[in-house]
């Protein structure tokens, strides 16, 4: 008669088994602070303390059934902890006597073998990757589980919302608190390419609209250059409308003028100006004398 595992060993499992499975199927749920989870571990517990009891009755008429014998040994290995047994499963050799109880002999090639059970934690990894298996590509197939796609998505989203949240609270950028700063160029080109592209070109070479790369301005609000494209971002041209105040108008935030004014500025003062001959357009308005 063999022993049975401990219940404790049974317990742990289920609550290792059912916090993977609802990681799997309800993982974005906060399943573990609801009340219906830890229910559900208590009610699963019950059973399996049932299940217990139901099979020490059925061991204690098995065991009145055994020799004197056979109840020592079965005593004996029941005292022996559950993982010295189940280390000693795995690495028992047998004596030469039981080994000739478990040769096969071939028989036509003269080669016998040792017709050994394989280890009890062998065959249950083995059972246990088959289930985890079948389970992951369940949870691979019908929910949002290990997709990377929808694991970047949901990353996505949650930093695009807490940039939304840190705009909300952080202090408005105005004409007076603005300021260059060259990390903001890269950003700045990207808004650029966005919003003002259509009318000033790619690289600000001008089109319908100016050439931003050269010294000559239409308008000249501000001493800086810098502080001279926010307050046309923010204002517009007051000679030509199709300059709209994209700050007024909501199209863009006072942070993102900024990143802008940035870029404009970077292109203008840091890089050599687009001329005509490299395609760029000619030159409009008056030479500005910005201050640095």
Request: proline letters at 4%.
């Amino acid at each position: 008669m063999k022993t049975r595992t401990p219940i404790s060993i049974y317990i742990a499992l289920t609550f290792g088994i059912t916090i993977l499975a609802f990681e799997m199927f309800a993982q974005d749920s906060g399943y573990f602070s609801s009340v219906y989870f830890w229910i559900l571990l208590v009610i699963v517990n019950i059973l399996l303390l049932i299940m217990n009891s139901i099979g020490d009755l059925v061991e204690n008429q098995k065991f009145a059934k055994l020799t004197e014998v056979e109840k020592k040994l079965f005593l004996a290995e029941k005292t022996t902890p559950y993982f010295v047994r189940l280390w000693s499963s795995a690495f028992k050799k047998q004596s030469q006597s039981e080994e000739k109880d478990l040769l096969i002999d071939h028989g036509f090639d003269g080669i016998t073998e040792l017709d050994n059970s394989l280890p009890k934690w062998w065959i249950g990894l083995f059972y246990f990757g088959i289930i985890f298996c079948a389970v992951y590509l369940l949870a691979f197939s019908f929910t949002d589980y290990a997709h990377p796609e929808k694991e970047y998505q949901k990353e996505a989203k949650m930093m695009l919302a807490s940039i939304a949240e840190y705009e909300k609270n952080a202090p408005q950028i105005n004409l007076e608190n603005a300021v260059y700063n060259a990390d903001h160029i890269a950003e700045g080109e990207q808004i650029f390419k966005t919003n003002c592209v259509s009318c000033h070109a790619d690289a600000g070479k001008g089109g319908i609209g100016p050439n931003l790369t050269d010294k000559h301005w239409i308008n000249i609000k501000e001493k800086s250059l810098f502080k001279n494209v926010f307050w046309m971002l923010e204002n517009g041209s007051p000679n030509n409308p199709t300059m709209r105040p994209f700050i007024k108008d909501g199209t863009i935030t006072g942070r993102d003028a900024e990143k802008v004014a940035a870029y404009i500025y970077h292109i203008n003062q840091e890089q050599n100006p687009i001329t005509e001959a490299q395609g760029g357009a000619a030159p409009q308005g008056e030479i500005a004398n910005w201050e640095k």
